[in-house]
Structures are given as structure tokens and as C-alpha cells.
């Protein structure tokens, strides 16, 4: 490959209605789309994430945590995977329509796992789409796992292993809030933005996050963050951004000035 490619991440708390099944926000995606395509950015791969669409489904039928012999979780492996695909073509036809050559490449057809992790990926058509312009279009899914049967692939972690298999330039993570914070900001006032942190002073903030026994969205970040330390380890940076608000996206992508938090190997 030539240029090295920029990773792109767009969770799926700010692409659907996380509070009603099945539910787009198509004019987050539009904006979104428009936002990338105005951005061109050379070498560009896009993850998202399943919000109303594909956690419902995987929680009723137990998808991540393996094939149990029920009646049915094959079929809700089918129908989450299913779900996933819809709400990526609502993503891809967005993209289309801006006049991005944007491919859906589906995980579960080219991802194994084994006890959750990513076992085995045929990354070669990802390494021929890049050099020749076009866009592939990736999320998490229901896959295939060799010691669970199946399982659900975050897109934090498939992001993390597509960073690193591609020599990244670096990685964006779009979400719901402005970056990493001291505390929930959504019910903690005095919560404040952290804009930059080293892959030590990370791990000795998840020490104190375990220690407070976390669950809010700071250790749920946490928790996102941690599936990325591979690749901050290889040198590539991290950074979050609230792809809520209009621009924040397209300026991460430019490099311009944008606030969010950035997290360096250090």
C-alpha cells in the first residue's frame, strides 16, 4: 500500500436511536457522510458500530456469550447479522451519494474469533481496495468463533486489529460525547475533559476507574479505550472526537483544531 490509511470509527450511539430498536439517525449519517466526503482524505477505512440495531437482538438471543444449543440463537445470530447489514447500507448509501466509492466488506465472512478474539482475518482485499481508492466499510458483527461456536465482535476491538494490520496513520473515534472525562459528564458536573493522555497515564487511570467500580460511561470508555491499547503500543495515536456535533468529524479528518481527547503511545 501506499498512503498510509487513516481508521475511521463512528459509533453507533451517534449513527442510530439507541433508545428505540432498529432505529437509524439518517440525518447523523447524511451530515456524517457529507463531513467525510468534504474531508478526501487519501487512504480512508470506516468501522461503525450497531446502537439500536445490533445490540437488541444479540442481548435476546445471547450471541456473545457463545453457542449454548437454545432454540433459535442460530437464527438470532442470523437476524443480528441481518440487522447490521441494513443499518450498514443505510451508511454505504449515504456515502454513495456523496460520491464515495465506499465497499461494505461484512466481518462475518472474513473474521474468526477464538474465546472472543480475532483468531484470523483475510485482510488481502482491504490491502488491494485501499491503493486503488476505494473505501471499505466494516462493523461489529455476529461472527464465527472457534472455541464459542460464535460470538459478537466489538468494533472497537476490529479497529484496533485493522489499524495495526494496515500500518495506520493514526485512529478516530467518533461518539457521543467530547472525548475521555474524569467522571460521566452526562451526570457528573464536575466532570472535565481529559485532551490528552499517554498509554501510562491511561493505565493508571483505568487502575482508579477499576478501583472506583466505574460502570458509567466513563468505565464503559474505559472499556472501548482498553481494546485500542495494542495499537497506541505500535506507536498509533487515538483520537475521540463527538461526532455529534457537526464538523467535529470533518476537522478530525483535516487535522484541524477540534476538541476531543488525544491518546499517544508516549
Known amino acids: 500500500m501506499s498512503a498510509k490509511p487513516t481508521v475511521l470509527k463512528l459509533g453507533g450511539s451517534v449513527i442510530t436511536n439507541k433508545e428505540k430498536p432498529l432505529t437509524p439517525s439518517l440525518p447523523a449519517i447524511e451530515r456524517l457522510a457529507k463531513e467525510i466526503s468534504r474531508a478526501n482524505v487519501s487512504s480512508l477505512i ?41 443499518l450498514n447500507k443505510l451508511v454505504v448509501d449515504a456515502l454513495l451519494q456523496h460520491k464515495i466509492p465506499a465497499v461494505a466488506v461484512s466481518p462475518a465472512s472474513c473474521i474468526v474469533t477464538k474465546s472472543g478474539r480475532i ?26 468463533d472457534s472455541d464459542l461456536g460464535f460470538t459478537i465482535l466489538s468494533g472497537d476491538q476490529l479497529i484496533a486489529y485493522l489499524a495495526m494490520s494496515l500500518n495506520a496513520r493514526c485512529i478516530i473515534v467518533g461518539i457521543d460525547v467530547d472525548g475521555l ?30 478501583e472506583a467500580k466505574v460502570t458509567d460511561v466513563t468505565g464503559g470508555m474505559f472499556g472501548k479505550i482498553m481494546e485500542l491499547m495494542p495499537a497506541i503500543e ?17 476537522k478530525a479528518l483535516k487535522g484541524e483544531q477540534v476538541s476531543g481527547t488525544l491518546i499517544e503511545k508516549g
Open 119 to 144: 483468531y484470523t482475518m483475510a485482510t488481502e482485499p482491504l490491502k488491494k481496495m485501499l491503493p486503488t481508492g476505494f473505501v471499505p466499510i466494516l462493523y461489529g458483527d455476529a461472527v464465527l
Open 46 to 86: 470506516i468501522v461503525h458500530g450497531g446502537g439500536s440495531f445490533g445490540h437488541p437482538l444479540a442481548k435476546r438471543y445471547g450471541i456473545k456469550e457463545g453457542y449454548k444449543n437454545k432454540p433459535l440463537q442460530a437464527l438470532g445470530f442470523a437476524q443480528t447479522h441481518q440487522a447490521m447489514v441494513a
Open 234 to 250: 505500535k506507536g498509533i495515536n487515538v483520537f475521540i472526537v463527538n461526532a455529534a456535533k457537526p464538523k467535529n468529524v470533518y
Open 181 to 210: 472525562y474524569t467522571a460521566d459528564p452526562k451526570t457528573d458536573t464536575s466532570a472535565k475533559l481529559v485532551n490528552h493522555v499517554t498509554l501510562r497515564e491511561l493505565r493508571n487511570m483505568g487502575q482508579q476507574i477499576e
